[in-house]
């Protein structure tokens, strides 16, 4: 089967985590799916995407587009994942990572295997590429919350950002953190090092807990 040829056709995807969306299929790149729910424009990572199939005609839900809904990118455009970031920069964005739980912000910066995004919640995060799920730009006229312009500082951090993830959290050795959005209590404590791909944390009773960093979906300081 040609999938492009699928563009246009009401489909149903699971994503990791159990996730069910349905919707009408925009466009496919090359490791990157677009969907319109009727609402939202979701760009999905193909990795994450367990299955998928057609609606049946009895399914479908009947889709309204409007002005203010618009995909990010040129349609004469081959579409991928780190395109889809680029164009995302500073516009306000949910993302879907772990936890059940969605973030919302902007993506300051864009490095080789994470992104640098900023939450009015959980300010400045490091988010694994390798585990984003999903990302939606907002339409124009929203903004996280409700916020100000001056609550939603345009340079964020000061802090300087490596070019991986492992060694960006390696420049967090001795500081306190929160590993998954704190999803338990044991990805939430001090860094005291990496080594042979497990970061140590020291735990509020200073136990020692050993993570592995292909598990570690989003970094954020206390």
């Known amino acids: 089967m040609n999938l492009k040829n699928s563009r246009g056709r009401h ?9 069910l969306i349905s919707g009408l299929l925009v466009d496919i790149g090359s490791d990157l799916w677009v969907i319109f729910n009727g609402y939202d424009y979701l760009y999905i990572p193909i990795v ?34 780190r395109k889809t970031l680029t164009s995302a920069k500073g516009i306000f ?16 910066s864009i490095m080789n295997n994470y992104f640098v995004f900023y939450s009015p919640i959980y300010k400045t995060m490091f988010i694994s590429l390798n585990h ?9 006229n929203q903004r996280p919350y409700g916020l100000s312009n001056a609550s939603l500082p345009v340079n964020p951090s000061s802090i ?6 492992e060694v960006q959290i390696e420049k967090l050795v001795g500081e ?22 497990f970061v140590e944390l020291i735990s509020a009773k200073e136990d020692p807990v050993y993570l592995n960093l292909q598990h570690i979906k989003t970094v954020h300081m206390t």
């Open 11 to 19: 489909i149903k995807v699971e994503i990791s985590g159990k996730k």
């Open 48 to 81: 994450h995407i367990q299955n998928w199939q057609f609606l049946k005609h009895d399914e479908i839900d009947e889709i309204n587009f409007n002005d203010e809904q618009t995909p990010i990118y040129y349609h004469n455009e081959e579409i991928s994942l």
């Open 132 to 140: 984003l799920k999903w990302l939606i730009p907002y339409t124009n």
């Open 176 to 197: 306190l953190i929160v590993f998954n959005i704190g999803e338990n209590e044991n990805v939430i404590g001090k860094i005291q090092g990496i080594k042979n791909n």
């Open 160 to 165: 300087s950002f490596a070019r991986s993830f």
């Open 93 to 108: 964005t949910e993302i879907y990572v772990t936890s059940n739980q969605a973030l919302h912000g902007y993506i300051i």
